[in-house]
């Protein structure tokens, strides 16, 4: 029971994030959160990502985007692609649990751009040349999630269970 309860509290961290899943749990029984979280940003690190935050209080962790090559979606090409991984560890009636979520993201930029100018039913521009050139690229950048990346979640999972002794995983 307590097990269930301390993970449902893990998994209300990520339920303000509608658009974002929940992630993979785990249990890591009396493990120390604070070692987690260490061990947690070293695992992270050794698999190319860049700590964005971290924070030991709420005991959350959030990664930089790092791109990756995730190959064509569309007829015409593919789209940039990149990955963000977020982490949050919980304790709970003696239980450690850790939440762990990698995002696939592709860039939607282009589209949104090339939309912008037209962005009505008329097919009538909206934007002059010169207003579309001003306008700052971050603006029209758009990243969309596209899925998880569950095989990557696994191995970093598993590569943070293995910096703690057997008889503290439930």
């Known amino acids: 029971m307590r097990c269930v309860l301390s993970m449902v509290v893990v998994a209300c961290l990520f339920a303000g994030c509608a658009d974002e899943p929940a ?10 959160p604070v070692a987690v979280m260490d061990t947690a940003r070293e695992v992270l690190v050794m698999y190319g990502f860049t ?5 030991h209080q709420r005991m959350t962790l959030t990664t930089l985007p790092r791109p990756i090559d995730a190959g064509p979606e569309r007829l015409v090409g593919a789209s940039p692609a990149r990955q963000k991984a977020r982490l949050a560890v919980n304790r709970a009636e003696g239980n450690t649990s850790l939440v762990l979520v990698v995002n696939n993201q592709r860039q939607g930029s282009a589209v949104h751009s090339a939309m912008a100018a037209t962005d009505s039913y008329s097919s009538v521009p909206n934007h002059t040349a010169s207003e579309m050139e001003s306008t700052p690229l971050e603006q029209y950048e758009s990243w969309q999630n596209v899925g998880r990346d569950r095989e990557l979640e696994n ?15 439930d």
Not at 23 to 32: F, I, K, R, T, W
């Open 23 to 32: 992630g993979q749990m785990v249990s890591l029984g009396d493990a120390d």
């Open 155 to 169: 191995s970093i999972i598993q590569d943070i269970r293995a910096k703690f002794p057997a008889e503290t995983i």
């Open 51 to 55: 700590i964005e935050s971290s924070d």
